[in-house]
């Protein structure tokens, strides 16, 4: 970033600027959402994620059976089912999100396509 | 002579004004004045930074620009179409936790994003948020979000739980993930500095530890609420985008 001491040439770069970012808004217009994109930090982003991901998602399940065993009087299949449940759906979570798919419930992309796949092509 | 070592202490609540309407504890806390202070900085952040708007900009002008960048491509890159609609509450979300977590960092402050019901609070209201805009926007073919395509109906009796619960999760992963890296990093801080204080002679070595791990925590203070923004974006792009 420099001071502009002269006026022409910075009007000159903005109307550049603009017409550059013009041309970028439409490439990614054409593209659709980008996904699996990479800001800064995202890799460490990711693993402060998956990391708690599949132990709250345990906790939670565990929790809730044990909820509804004291609801209903079904001790212990509640809890049982419902730990293994918890560990299934951190394990998919968890999946979900190294696979670049975010945290998507359902196994479906927005625009049908595979993010998964997408990603390793850009990174190519 | 021992020292006594209360890494816990800091997470205290106090009342600065007592308040209680009904019989209800609405008492004006150090925890609320933090967020207040947080919710000032923003305003502040962003109106005053954009009040002589130049091309080529100042100091304040470029962090709020930066700020304001930074969460819009967050928002475009994460949430999809029609996502920027949500942008003004996303980046509010993120400024006001990035604040709370920086903020908590000043010595003898208090962090309020260490304490599970404010960091519960703002999950709970994003998911409720984002099961609204889901509803709204597309009924209760919304429900099809938990049944996986292509699917023998055998499997779904065990996928359609496995969805259901890792939806109902979020809040919770949500809001522990941002707690506990908080409570975490400040009792740590706490800690070393209680071994400055006890070890004589060699106490040299936890400041240290202690200088190292507050730039840690700087670094966790913002991913956090990096974390938290994106996870909305992703949570908002399910509930808009459901084909």
Redesign the interface.
């Known amino acids: 970033?420099?001071?502009?001491d002269a006026k022409d040439p910075?009007r000159e770069l903005?109307r550049r600027i603009d017409g550059a970012q013009r041309a970028l808004d439409a490439q990614e217009r054409a593209r659709?959402?980008?996904q699996g994109?990479k800001?800064m930090?995202s890799g460490?982003?990711l693993a402060?994620?998956i990391a708690?991901?599949l132990v709250?998602?345990i906790l939670?399940?565990t929790g809730?059976g044990w909820a509804f065993d004291r609801w209903l009087g079904t001790q212990p299949w509640g809890m049982v089912v419902?730990f293994f449940?918890?560990i299934?759906?951190?394990m998919?979570?968890v999946w979900r999100a190294v696979a670049g798919m975010?945290?998507?419930?359902?196994?479906?992309q927005?625009?049908?396509t595979d993010a998964a796949k997408d990603r390793w092509d850009d990174e190519d | 002579m021992t020292i006594e070592i209360k890494p816990l202490e800091q997470f205290q609540i106090e009342r600065i004004v007592p308040f209680h309407p009904f019989g209800i504890d609405a008492s004006y806390t150090n925890s609320a004045l933090l967020m207040t202070i947080a919710a000032v900085l923003v305003t502040a952040l962003v109106v005053l930074g954009t009040r002589r708007a130049a091309?080529?900009?100042g100091r304040w002008q470029?962090v709020a620009e930066m700020s304001y960048e930074?969460v819009a491509?967050?928002v475009?890159?994460?949430?999809?179409?029609g996502g920027m609609a949500y942008f003004p509450f996303v980046f509010s979300l993120f400024m006001f936790i990035l604040l709370g977590n920086l903020l908590g960092l000043v010595p003898y402050s208090f962090t309020f994003t260490s304490h599970i019901i404010v960091t519960f609070a703002l999950a709970a209201t994003v998911f409720i948020g984002v099961t609204i805009i889901g509803f709204a926007k597309h009924g209760a073919h919304f429900l099809?979000?938990?049944?996986?395509?292509g699917v023998p109906a055998v499997l779904l009796v065990l996928l359609v739980?496995?969805?259901l619960?890792?939806?109902?999760?979020?809040p919770?992963?949500l809001s522990?993930?941002l707690f506990?890296?908080m409570l975490a990093g400040h009792t740590m801080l706490a800690i070393f500095a209680g071994f400055a204080a006890s070890v004589p002679l060699f106490g040299i070595l936890p400041v240290g530890i202690d200088v190292a791990i507050y730039f840690l925590e700087v670094?966790v203070a913002?991913?956090?609420a990096?974390?938290f923004a994106?996870?909305t974006c992703?949570?908002l792009?399910?509930a808009?985008?459901?084909?």
């Open positions: 970033m420099t001071d502009g910075l903005q659709g959402p980008r994109a800001p930090g460490l982003a402060s994620r708690i991901e709250v998602a939670v399940a809730l419902m449940l918890g299934a759906a951190g998919v979570n975010g945290m998507a419930v359902g196994y479906r927005p625009d049908g | 091309l080529v900009p470029s930074f491509d967050m475009e890159t994460n949430a999809g179409h099809t979000l938990f049944v996986p395509a739980p496995i969805e619960l890792s939806y109902f999760i979020r919770f992963t522990i993930r506990a890296n670094l913002a991913l956090q990096y974390v994106i996870l992703l949570y792009r399910d808009l985008h459901l084909h």
